[in-house]
């Protein structure tokens, strides 16, 4: 397998806390500062964005390195509970996996974005050159 360059291939063999590292250090890459949730039962949540010089996170993210399946709805409410009970008004959701079309709805009309694996491999490697190959 290639590591010197993103590819579906590299995504899929990651594990799930090294996926979950990659998702922050993207975040980081937009400007904001992210906190990674413990190992552990994480509460929904995987990573907390902060906006510069804030102190309460500004989006909530929870990320699934999943292979065989497809993201459905239940996961993606699970995510809109945590973020109304936290007062967070916008959410992510990555995967290296897809979406169905009942996710996409229902994230699309409660403020989540969905990143999936193929899009978020468009979205490292659009990263500054500096920044991808940290991310590698």
Excluded at 13 to 37: H, I, M, N, P
Excluded at 79 to 86: E, H, S
């Amino acid at each position: 397998m290639d590591t010197s360059r993103w590819s579906k291939e590299l995504l899929d063999a990651l594990e799930w806390k090294r996926f979950e590292l990659l998702c922050a250090g993207y975040f980081e890459t937009l400007g904001f500062k992210s906190k990674v949730a413990r190992e552990g039962a994480d509460g929904g949540v995987d990573i907390h964005l902060y906006a510069e010089g804030s102190s309460a996170p500004a989006i909530l993210v929870q990320c699934k390195a999943w292979k065989a399946y497809q993201v459905g709805i239940k996961p993606i409410r699970e995510l809109l509970g945590v973020m109304t009970d936290a007062r967070v008004s916008e959410g992510v959701f990555v995967t290296t996996s897809m979406y169905t079309a009942e996710a996409r709805r229902f994230a699309a009309g409660h403020n989540i974005q969905l990143i999936d694996g193929e899009d978020l491999l468009k979205k490292v490697s659009a990263a500054a050159t500096g920044d991808e190959r940290a991310l590698l």
